[in-house]
C-alpha cells in the first residue's frame, strides 16, 4: 500500500481522550499541558473532550475561555452534576476516534502512562485498565478499594488488582456498547469482559492530589455494591432472566417445602397443634414467594424474547475470513448514548 493511500486510510482523529471534571478548574491547565505532550510524542492524531459535570468553580471558563482554544480541545457543559458515568457517556458521544482513552482531572491520572496503555491495545488488547500500584491515598481510602476489587473480580469473574482506576484506554466501540449509568463507570472492564473482549491491566504511576478535594465519600461504595449486582445480572443473566428468578424461585420454594413438610408429619403423628406456630407461617411464604419469583422470570423471558428478537448484540465476532470479513466486532450497530443531548451544552471548536 502506497503511503498516501495509508494516509487516506487513517482517520482524522485516531484517538479520542475524555476526562470528567468537577470543580477542577486549577488542575485543567496542568493537565492539557501534560496531555498534549504525551500525545505530540506519539505523532497520532487526537482530540480532548473535557466534560464539564456540573461545576460550582470556574472550571467551565478555564475550559471555555483558555482550553478550547486548541482545536483539538472541545468542551462539553453537563446543566448540572450528573455523576461521572453520565459525563464520560456525554464524552463517548462526542468522540470521533476509534480508540478512546479516559483519564481523571484531578492530576493523579499521570497522563505520561498513556503511550504505554495505547501500546498494549497495539498489541491486541482491546480495553487496558490502569492499575495504580503504589497509590497515594490515605489508609481510609484504599482499604475499602481493596475489599471492594477483590469482591468485584470474585463475582464477575475477571480478576484485576483496581477495577476502578480511572485511566484506561480500550477501543472506542466498548464504550459505545457498554450501559454507562449509575456508577456503572467502575465496573466497564467487567462488562468488556463478559462480551468477550480482550482485558488487560497496566501498572501505572499514581499522584498525590495537588488542588482541590475528592468528590467521593464512603457513599459511593454503598452506591458501587448495589450496581455490582446489576452488573450480575446483566453478565451473567441478562440473556436468561429465568436462571435468576427461577433459581431464587425454586430455593426459597423448596424451604417453604421442607417447613410445610415436617409441619404436617407434626400434625400426623404428635398431638401438638401447628395453626399458631410462627414457623407454618413463614414456610407458606416462603411457597408464595418462591412462585412470585418464578412468574416473575418467566415474564421476563416472555419480554426479553418480544424486545430482542432480531437485535441480539451480545454475540460479537472477533475475527472473521473471507470477502467483507471485519474484525473485533462483526457487526457493528452504532450505540445510543445514555445522556439526553438537551442536557449538554458544547462549547463551539
Not at 123 to 152: C, E, I, M
Request: aromatic share 6%.
Amino acid at each position: 500500500m502506497s503511503t498516501a493511500r495509508a494516509d487516506q486510510d487513517r482517520p482524522a482523529v485516531e484517538v479520542s481522550l475524555v476526562t470528567a471534571a468537577k470543580n477542577e478548574g486549577d488542575s485543567l491547565p496542568r493537565l492539557f499541558t501534560e496531555i498534549r505532550e504525551a500525545m505530540d510524542a506519539q505523532h497520532r492524531t487526537w482530540e480532548l473532550l473535557i466534560v464539564d459535570d456540573g461545576s460550582t468553580d470556574d472550571s467551565w471558563r478555564v475550559i471555555s475561555e483558555d482550553l478550547t482554544a486548541d482545536p483539538r480541545v472541545q468542551g462539553i457543559q453537563l446543566r448540572r452534576n450528573f455523576g461521572k458515568a453520565a459525563a464520560l457517556a456525554a464524552g463517548v458521544a462526542t468522540a470521533k476516534g476509534p480508540l478512546l482513552v479516559t483519564i481523571d482531572a484531578d492530576l493523579q491520572d499521570d497522563p505520561a502512562e498513556i503511550p504505554r496503555l495505547l501500546d498494549e491495545i497495539d498489541d491486541g488488547a482491546d480495553l487496558v485498565s490502569g492499575h495504580k500500584a503504589q497509590r497515594k491515598d490515605p489508609l481510609g481510602k484504599r482499604l475499602p478499594s481493596r475489599v471492594f476489587n477483590r469482591l468485584t473480580g470474585v463475582i464477575t469473574g475477571l480478576r484485576l488488582s483496581d477495577h476502578n482506576c480511572g485511566l484506561k484506554a480500550a477501543r472506542t466501540e466498548i464504550y459505545r456498547r457498554v450501559p454507562l449509568y449509575g456508577e456503572l463507570h467502575r465496573y466497564i472492564p467487567a462488562l468488556a469482559h463478559q462480551l468477550g473482549y480482550r482485558v488487560r491491566e497496566l501498572a501505572v504511576n499514581h499522584r498525590s492530589r495537588v488542588h482541590g478535594r475528592s468528590n467521593y465519600g464512603l457513599e459511593r461504595y454503598v452506591r458501587g455494591a448495589l450496581d455490582l449486582l446489576t452488573v450480575v445480572e446483566l453478565t451473567r443473566y441478562g440473556r436468561r432472566p429465568a436462571h435468576l428468578f427461577g433459581g431464587l424461585g425454586l430455593l426459597f420454594g423448596t424451604l417453604g417445602t421442607g417447613i410445610l413438610l415436617y409441619l404436617t408429619g407434626v400434625w400426623l403423628f404428635t398431638p401438638e397443634p401447628i395453626g399458631t406456630r410462627p414457623l407454618l407461617t413463614l414456610g407458606v411464604l416462603l411457597e408464595i414467594f418462591g412462585i412470585q419469583m418464578i412468574s416473575v422470570g418467566l415474564l421476563a423471558e416472555l419480554v426479553l424474547h418480544r424486545t430482542s428478537k432480531g437485535h441480539d448484540v451480545t454475540i460479537l465476532v472477533a475475527e472473521h475470513t473471507g470477502d467483507g470479513g471485519s474484525r473485533d466486532g462483526g457487526s457493528r450497530e452504532s450505540a445510543e448514548s445514555s445522556v439526553d443531548p438537551e442536557h449538554a451544552d458544547r462549547s463551539p471548536r
